[in-house]
């Protein structure tokens, strides 16, 4: 298991990878994995953009003593695949979800999802609602709330590749600022930082950017899910504010509570880490 203050080289060891064929595109999938057979459905935790699966590090190895926990990097982020020719929008992502839950032979699961993320486990659980039991939506991209000015930056051709060493470590400093004063943690920002930092990452970042499709959570049908909900939200975010968290318990067919937690911006997991943890581990165990 890895611990709560490991680094990012250590959550990367600690990772496997499979493969998913996207629009006939055989891609690798890294995933963290962690937990035996234990009580109920395995948890699936789905991060958004521009994170990976470290931004569960305080979170799944937690849950993994009460179940089985899968954290993929989704294609296009983090250590799987990220090459230049195929799609990383939501659509594409959850497609690689439902093959990772095919191919592990699992019939119903619980998703726990941040961001864009978030917009994969809305389109998947409306596609399959009997396949998912649970659903946790943190800070997600839902409805037309995204994509945000700053992402959308991002896609623009040439800007994060023109960025020297110097403005790129600013800027993902700033991104990943925490809490109300805009303190960074070092730590937090390394983590995260680290898979756009190596050759060809830039791109990659950039190519993800691109790939954010607003029509892709609009054409969801919010009333098709039938999981029960929690909205668990950094009630202090900006980017996709806790408004956003009532409008979808209002719109799935589940039941559907909304958990505000104060001094929390849009890295929830990372700014309340063990309440959010504590939050995620009772709701599942219901």
Known sequence: MVALDADHEAWTAAQSSTTAVVDGNELDVAYYEAGGDNDGPPAIFLHGIPTWSFLWRGIAPAVAEDRHVIAPDLVGYGNSQRSD??????????????????EAGYDEVDLVAHDIGGGVALR??????????KLVLSNAACFDSWPVEFINSLGVPGVVEGWDDEEFEGKMSFLFAEGAHGEADPEFVAGMRAPWARDGGRTALSRAAVATNTNHTTGIDYGEITAETLCLWGADDVLQPIDN????????????????????????????????REEVRAFLAD
């Open 85 to 102: 020719d195929f799609d990383r929008s939501i659509r594409a992502q959850t497609s690689v979800l439902s093959e990772l839950i095919a």
């Open 245 to 276: 968290a009532e409008r979808l318990a209002d719109a799935v067919a589940g039941d559907a509570a909304v958990v505000g937690l104060d001094d929390a911006f849009h890295w929830v997991t990372h700014d309340r880490t063990e309440t959010y």
């Open 124 to 133: 998947y659980a409306a596609a399959r609602p009997e396949e998912v039991r």
